[in-house]
């Protein structure tokens, strides 16, 4: 009991301080999230993923095997969800919602600061290289998911992957690795993007904060637990199952694999489901507020989960 109060003060409990104050400064005052999360999207965090590709001590191999990872667990949560989505009784368009929950965690505003802290450097280089990999296939299969409940091709949504600059700051760090002109760690070019990168993690907690504030999850409470236990008990299992699989050469990557398998539902799914459900009700429930039901529930259940998951994790037990 003592190790678990002590992993969740060193590495749960900061998480939930910072986005804990998001959430009362959105009960307390009328603030919009979008401006933030623009600038976190376009600035900070495509400066944090440049810096740390730039800089990560991870072999190409680790990346590659990381990458690969990210798509096998992505398409094997995709077929359990529909399953269960299915044998459940689910009809879209709120079983495009479940299959979005179950497959896209939140490895940015949560997966990052807690792989840094439970981890340390190799913790986040690992949590951002999972963040560029999921956020091109959030922007592709995410964007099909969301769109054939609508039969709407979604062809316009997977455009906008060419868009994101995450993608872009993961090509050019890959590229100045590749000819040696990564300037050396002490420039100023490069303390001036890890300020800026590192600026993006708190920015990232309110933010989530902010938006569990804002999220209606009255009416969609008694239909959001299969979803809920697909994403906080299948998915670490399903990641621990390919993380073995797929043979890490570094255990820390491994275990920081699994632990971005078990972070709750991303709030992009919500964007998704907003955009291409629109208004779609099932029994009289919008997909929206199912989806936000799903991420709030998660983010609840995740405290206590991946405090547990850590010490087991950090002990090496399974891995």
Known sequence: MA?????????????????????????????????????????LAPALVFHSLAVTELAASTLLRVTVGIGVFTAAMWGIAEVVGRATGEREPALSGLVLVAIFTNSGNLGIPVSDFAFGE?????????????????????????????????????????????????????????????????AAAMETLQLVGDSSIPLMLLILGIQLARADTASAVSRAWPATALKMVIAPVVGLGIALLVGFENPTVARVFVLETAMPAAVTPLILAIEFAGSARTDGV????????????????AIPVLTVLIAILQSGVVI
């Open 122 to 186: 190799v913790g986040r280089q690992t949590a951002v290289l999972f963040l560029s990999v999921q956020s091109v296939l959030m922007y592709t299969v995410g964007v099909y998911v969301a769109s054939r409940s609508s039969g709407s091709a979604g062809l316009e949504g997977v455009r906008r992957v060419f868009y994101i600059p995450l993608v872009y700051a993961v090509i050019a760090a890959l590229i100045a690795r590749a000819l040696d002109l990564v300037p050396p760690a002490d």
């Open 3 to 43: 190790d678990l109060v002590a992993i969740f003060g060193s590495a749960v409990g900061p998480i939930v301080a910072i986005a804990a104050v998001g959430y009362v400064l959105a009960t307390v005052k009328e603030i919009n999230p979008e401006p933030l999360n623009t600038a976190v999207v376009y600035v």
């Open 286 to 301: 919008l997909v929206s507020e199912y989806v936000s039901t799903c991420v709030f529930l998660t983010t609840l259940l």
